[in-house]
DNA sequence: AGCGGTCAAGTTGAT
DNA sequence: ATCAACTTGACCGCT
């Protein structure tokens, strides 16, 4: 079982840098393109730094946050690489990042974050989400990224026919993103029985999520799910773990834990070829340690 | 140098 | 009707 780490290091010092369209719109237009370029290719540095960290410490996956090129795709400050000096060495450094995971094998994804909605009945939504995902499905080109994993989108009173708009704009998309797309259940809205169908019928792997799928039960087994979950993908399937902040009585148990409690590991993942992503607020040192318990398990 | 308010976007559900 | 929760810090203006 490949483990993964999300995005960010609790104490290991790499860091991704950010920035904010308030303080982009108030810089000369050349100062902002070389701001927005000093952070790209510190951006660069920090992929190549974390995914050495992940060799090194036994981690086989990484997600990338979507914050990579911040604001690439913004209504007002938004830009083209191209548009940003020594963009050529930005891209090569992604590029790095790319060659560096292939000849290692570690794998990566993207998981655009909750703006990122294709089942919305507002066009101009939908439009400026896939802007997005083309994003970052050009630099998940440089890094080898095979997974930009999105969750369904709101119900809107009727989640048959958000899944149709769904289905609908998925088979428009570019083989850049489509090739990539995955859909994960979510904890308050979509469950694995709602999505399985579409999942199977048009080809998205489900990213299975079995701590949202414990948070909104739908009747299917977690053995059912994984079984059938897998057999949405063509390649390694990519799962998600976490463990409740305050245990499963909590008040609020969709909240993640520092760590991963063994306990909820599933037993059906022992033994499968997977990625399973460890979202745990402890991040490195939660992957570590769920690597050790394996490891001494074994 | 350190502190704290703020940060693009959508949708749901709790208050 | 409003607002936190999603991910969770990092940034930037101010002292």
Request: with cysteine; hydrophobic share 40%.
């Amino acid at each position: 079982m490949r483990l993964g780490l999300c995005c960010i290091f609790r104490e290991e010092p790499i860091k991704f840098r950010r920035t904010t369209a308030a303080y982009l719109a108030r810089q000369a237009p050349a100062d902002r393109r070389q701001y927005l370029a000093d952070i790209a290719g510190a951006n660069a540095a920090a992929l190549k730094a974390a995914l050495v960290y992940c060799r090194e410490n036994g981690i086989g996956a990484f997600r990338i946050n979507s914050q990579i090129l911040p604001l690439k795709t913004h209504p007002a400050v938004g830009y083209d690489i191209t548009d940003l000096p020594g963009h050529a060495d930005i891209r090569a450094g992604f590029e790095a990042c790319g060659r560096f995971s292939r000849r290692h094998d570690i794998r990566t994804s993207f998981h655009p974050d909750q703006f990122i909605v294709l089942s919305s009945p507002n066009p101009d939504v939908v439009r400026r989400s896939i802007a997005d995902l083309a994003y970052q499905a050009e630099v998940a080109e440089w890094v080898n990224a095979d997974v930009i994993n999105i969750h369904a989108g709101g119900a809107y009173g009727d989640k048959a026919a958000a899944l149709r708009r769904l289905e609908v704009v998925v088979e428009r998309l570019p083989p850049a993103i489509r090739s990539r797309l995955t859909l994960e259940n979510d904890d308050r809205t979509y469950t694995p029985r709602d999505l399985l169908p579409l999942c199977e019928q048009i080809g998205i792997p489900l990213v299975y999520d079995v701590h949202h799928h414990r948070c909104r039960p739908d009747g299917l087994s977690v053995a059912d799910v994984t079984a059938r979950a897998a057999a949405t993908w063509d390649r390694e399937p990519l799962f998600h773990l976490s463990s409740p902040l305050e245990g499963w009585k909590g008040a609020k148990p969709a909240r993640h834990h520092d760590y991963i409690d063994p306990a909820d590991l599933p037993v059906e993942w022992l033994n499968l070829e997977l990625t399973v992503d460890v979202e745990a607020k402890a991040k490195e040192l939660a992957v570590k340690a769920l690597r050790a318990y394996l490891d001494a398990g074994r």
